[in-house]
């Protein structure tokens, strides 16, 4: 519902982050928990990504909205029916329980996923027989859906796709060289039979 509201009235999508910070808020964590959970700086948060966020939600609202209020403003429009400007759905329409907010990476075809213009590059990389496609930017970012994105293409594109989190690797393993390569090796193999 925010996302459609802040879309309706700046023209622009929520970032990853920002949702991330709504969650949280709405569950209660701080800036110092939301910091740890998101491995953020917590001056990040408070200094830039909240303050913008809560800005923005302060001028769709047309309420003063903070960190702390946020969720208190949002159930006391849900109960008088408020209607969002320059948006055509009644808040109230919309139980409170029920807000898709993603945990970590989006489908590729959520409406939460935001296009960049990098995915047709993307898919004309992979397209390449030996391509390397590196994808950096900071931690929060969308790096983990873009991938899912390439990912989709490059099965339609009739190629074998294989998804490892290397996040999720047994620390012992990434210690030493040889193990995670047979790791690798070992794992490739059996997904990809």
Not at 22 to 40: A, E, P, R, T
Not at 61 to 83: A, C, G, M, P, R
Not at 92 to 98: E, F, G, Y
Not at 164 to 187: A, G, K, M, S, Y
């Amino acid at each position: 519902m925010i996302e459609e509201a802040i879309f309706a009235h700046f023209g622009e999508s929520l970032k990853e982050i920002q949702l991330n910070l709504l969650q949280d808020s709405w569950d209660g964590l701080n800036y110092q928990q939301i910091s740890q959970k998101h491995h953020l700086s917590v001056n990040y948060l408070r200094g830039d990504v909240g303050p913008k966020l809560w800005h923005k939600l302060s001028i769709v609202l047309k309420k003063d909205v903070t960190k702390t209020n946020f969720k208190s403003v949002l159930e006391q429009i849900h109960q008088n029916q408020f209607q969002i400007e320059s948006s055509s759905f009644s808040i109230a329409s919309i139980p409170l329980n029920d807000f898709p907010f993603p945990e970590g990476s989006v489908p590729p075809n959520s409406p939460f996923y935001q296009e960049r213009g990098i995915e047709s590059f993307c898919y004309q990389v992979i397209r390449q027989p030996g391509a390397l496609l590196q994808v950096r930017s900071p931690q929060q970012m969308g790096k983990t859906s873009l991938l899912k994105k390439i990912l989709d293409q490059a099965k339609l594109e009739s190629y074998q796709t294989l998804y490892l989190d290397l996040w999720r690797v047994e620390p012992p393993i990434l210690v030493n060289w040889h193990h995670f390569l047979q790791w690798f090796c070992f794992t490739l193999a059996k997904e990809l039979q």
